[in-house]
T-cell receptor, first 109, second 115 residues
Framework: LAKTTQPISMDSYEGQEVNITCSHN???????ITWYQQFPSQGPRFIIQ???TKVTNEVASLFIPADRKSSTLSLPRVSLSDTAVYYC??????????FGQGTELSVKP | KAGVTQTPRYLIKTRGQQVTLSCSPI?????VSWYQQTPGQGLQFLFE???????NKGNFPGRFSGRQFSNSRSEMNVSTLELGDSALYLC??????????????FGAGTRLSVL
């Protein structure tokens, strides 16, 4: 499974757009890119999944360049309730997920 | 649709005891995975069950075991508890979202404290 690298922490303010970039240089041809969100003492929650170009759903967008060696999760107009840890996973379509350390996002008023 | 249900939510045990945790997956999901989360090691995969068979196993000692029943409900057992087993244990069932994404849905977890 491809290793991922993402920033350990990020700060933002309410109403701003937040972009979290994940590096996955060894991504395999059939790997999907998946992002999860986790609040303290809760299970991770699926945010978005993509294979190439751009994916958008009700809560986020995922941008994937042509070489697929990185991806960027974009959260529009964050609020205090978006304060959480965000995990980028690659090849995460099976029953075994390999979580990295994630990015701890702190949203301030 | 009901989500993944884990019981109990909290548990306190002493060293040397054993514990059994339970997980009910989302209806129709046949794959159940277990994870351990600690502040030091983060989220680590324990094992996956599919149709009552263990399909994947993480790097944990034999004290950690699991099983899955014919209705896809799963249990995880930890024997001879150690202080380091204190953690949040998470269960996830795998299925397809409304958009066709193959993803894991996590329960709220069981917080185990070993004294």
């Amino acid at each position: 499974l491809a290793k991922t690298t993402q920033p350990i922490s990020m700060d933002s303010y309410e109403g701003q757009e937040v972009n979290i970039t994940c590096s996955h240089n060894n991504i395999a041809t059939n790997d999907y890119i998946t992002w999860y969100q986790q609040f303290p003492s809760q299970g991770p929650r699926f945010i978005i999944q993509g294979y190439k170009t751009k994916v958008t759903n009700e809560v986020a967008s995922l941008f994937i360049p042509a070489d697929r060696k990185s991806s960027t999760l974009s959260l529009p107009r964050v609020s205090l309730s978006d304060t959480a840890v965000y995990y980028c996973l690659v090849g995460a379509t099976g029953g075994k997920l390999i979580f990295g350390q994630g990015t701890e996002l702190s949203v301030k008023p | 649709k009901a989500g993944v249900t884990q019981t109990p939510r909290y548990l306190i045990k002493t060293r040397g005891q054993q514990v059994t945790l339970s997980c009910s997956p989302i209806s129709g999901h046949r794959s159940v995975s277990w994870y351990q989360q600690t502040p030091g090691q983060g989220l680590q995969f324990l094992f996956e069950y599919f149709s009552e068979t263990q399909r994947n196993k993480g790097n944990f000692p034999g004290r950690f075991s699991g099983r899955q029943f014919s209705n896809s409900r799963s249990e995880m057992n930890v024997s001879t508890l150690e202080l380091g087993d204190s953690a949040l244990y998470l269960c996830a069932s795998r299925g397809y979202s409304d958009r066709g994404e193959n993803i894991q849905y996590f329960g709220a977890g069981t917080r185990l404290s070993v004294l």
